[in-house]
C-alpha cells in the first residue's frame, strides 16, 4: 500500500508561482515513476510532469520552461515537487499525485490551482 499526500495549492494572480508537494509513504518498492496529472474543467485529466526513480524526468510541452519537477528521497518516504512558474490562467486545474510501479498506481486526493487576476 501507498499512501500519497498532497499540498501546495491556492490561488494565484497570472505570472505568479506555485509549488506543489506530494509525499508518497508505505511500501515504496525501488523502480517508481511518480508524477503531477490535472484536469481542468470540462477537460480530460492530462500528465503535466514526471519523474522516474532513475531521475528521468518528462514534461507537458505547454508547461516546458515553466515548471520543474523534483525529487527527495527519505527512508520509506518519497516527496516530489513540483515547481510551477510564470503562471497561465490556462493552468487553472485540480492537480493530482499519482505514483506508479510495476503491479499498481496510487492517487492523491487532488489539490486545486486557480490563476486569476
Known amino acids: 500500500q501507498v499512501q500519497l499526500e498532497e499540498s501546495g495549492g491556492g490561488l494565484v494572480q497570472p505570472g505568479g508561482s506555485l509549488r506543489l508537494s506530494c509525499s508518497a509513504s508505505?511500501?515504496?518498492?525501488?523502480?517508481?515513476?511518480m508524477g503531477w496529472y490535472r484536469q481542468g474543467p470540462g477537460k480530460q485529466r492530462e500528465l503535466v510532469a514526471s519523474i522516474t526513480s532513475g531521475g528521468n524526468t518528462d514534461y507537458l510541452d505547454s508547461v516546458k520552461d515553466r515548471f520543474t519537477i523534483s525529487r527527495d528521497n527519505a527512508k520509506n518516504t518519497v516527496t516530489v515537487y513540483l515547481q510551477m512558474n510564470s503562471l497561465k490562467p490556462e493552468d487553472t486545474a485540480a492537480y493530482y499525485c499519482?505514483?506508479?510501479?510495476?503491479?499498481?498506481?496510487?492517487w492523491g486526493q487532488g489539490t486545486q490551482v486557480t490563476v486569476s487576476s
Open positions: 508505505g511500501s515504496i518498492v525501488s523502480m517508481y515513476t
Open positions: 499519482n505514483f506508479r510501479w510495476m503491479f499498481g498506481s496510487a
